[in-house]
């Protein structure tokens, strides 16, 4: 399989840890986001994909699979290994809900082309982009700390002691999180499960910085 | 069961949908998200749900899961009925790739905290933020039309010839599209899916207006 991917993305990092934590190898095609024009607007990447968006997964049949979450969930179906979602509907449902606070209320108003967005039209200044992606990670992570606290199911991971599909969200956001200096210590069980992704290779191999399209 | 819901909140749609669709019926209890302090973001709400977001459903147990589409899967993978879901891998990757299109990529940037921030922090005016809230709708749905022209998956819904996850996304997104006056004639396909889910009870039992919290 083929994985449309861009260093820098979330959602792509995202697939990165999953592929990692299955054990899973897969061709790496890069998108390049942020060229003169967006290499993801162009023909060839919107006949991929038509919401120009990455990753997509190209499967060895050519049917391809789009938004991060429905890949995660595919490639946990259909390939042995690590499980990325625990057994129970209602575990699946914490985990899916942990992942989809990220990926829902949170990522969504700091992607990439949001941010073109309120420069371009509004011509909000590099101070006001940078609360706004700071308010949006803060009010986010307060309440997935409040979420992640309560009950005994999260471990040392998001759920229990083995990662997942939760995790897979949650590294990317804190890196992006560091990236736009948000003070982390107000989320300490966030923090805790970070620190214990990033000593495993998976993450570690996942890491926008260890790609080979990172300049 | 009970369904914390508010008659205008897409996401809370969304699940509506869905029960009707599974012949589940729940109790509903109404959390007023635009009164004066917003009820969601009060202590009493918190306590059920940390994110202060509607849906939240309530398990007899007293368990909750948030999340719109972790709920839907939950009741789905735990109730017989119509299919919320296909049953194949490929096949339900697809369905969560086009619900996922439209719970990550259009709706979060139009949702009432965003269109507050936008206004009571950079002073944006009704037209702009009319302006916003039509453009992720345009571009979502640009997208979603080709997606959804492609191959020949697409049937009478979203994918194939019952009604799903896809469509319990979708149709709320319609709504919202109508409100703010999105002119859906570039959308066949999406419109021809929203007429054939606007024929059926599941869908009319849902909309907004014929809740009981509703004006």
């Known amino acids: 399989m083929k994985l449309y991917t861009y260093w820098r993305s979330s959602a792509a990092y995202r697939v990165r840890i999953?592929?990692?934590?299955?054990?899973?190898?897969?061709?790496?095609?890069?998108?390049?986001?942020?060229?003169?024009?967006?290499?993801?607007?162009?023909?060839?990447?919107?006949?991929?994909?038509?919401?120009?968006?990455?990753?997509?997964?190209?499967?060895?049949?050519?049917?391809?699979?789009?938004?991060?979450?429905?890949?995660?969930?595919?490639?946990?179906?259909?390939?042995?290994?690590?499980?990325?979602?625990?057994?129970?509907?209602l575990e699946r449902a914490r985990v899916r809900s942990i992942a989809q606070s990220i990926a829902c209320d949170i990522h969504p108003l700091n992607n990439l082309r949001v941010l073109k967005y309120i420069t371009g039209e509004w011509g909000v200044t590099e101070e006001q982009r940078t609360l706004w992606y700071q308010h949006w990670i803060c009010s986010g992570f307060e309440s997935l700390e409040r979420?992640?606290?309560?009950?005994?199911?999260?471990?040392?991971?998001?759920?229990?002691?083995?990662?997942?599909?939760?995790?897979?969200?949650?590294?990317?956001?804190?890196?992006?999180?560091?990236?736009?200096?948000?003070?982390?210590d107000d989320y300490p069980v966030i923090q805790r499960i970070g620190k214990n992704c990033e000593a495993l290779e998976p993450f570690q191999k996942a890491v926008p910085e260890a790609q080979e399209d990172a300049p």
Chains 1, 2 share one sequence.
């Open 18 to 89: 999953a592929l990692n934590l299955k054990g899973l190898s897969s061709e790496m095609a890069f998108v390049h986001l942020v060229k003169e024009g967006g290499e993801q607007l162009q023909e060839a990447y919107q006949a991929i994909n038509p919401h120009g968006l990455v990753p997509s997964l190209e499967l060895d049949d050519k049917q391809v699979i789009t938004q991060s979450m429905a890949i995660m969930e595919y490639l946990d179906e259909t390939y042995s290994g690590a499980r990325l979602l625990p057994g129970s509907p």
């Open 147 to 184: 979420q992640l606290s309560e009950g005994h199911q999260t471990g040392d991971f998001c759920h229990g002691d083995e990662p997942g599909l939760a995790d897979a969200c949650l590294i990317p956001q804190i890196y992006n999180a560091r990236r736009f200096s948000v003070a982390m």
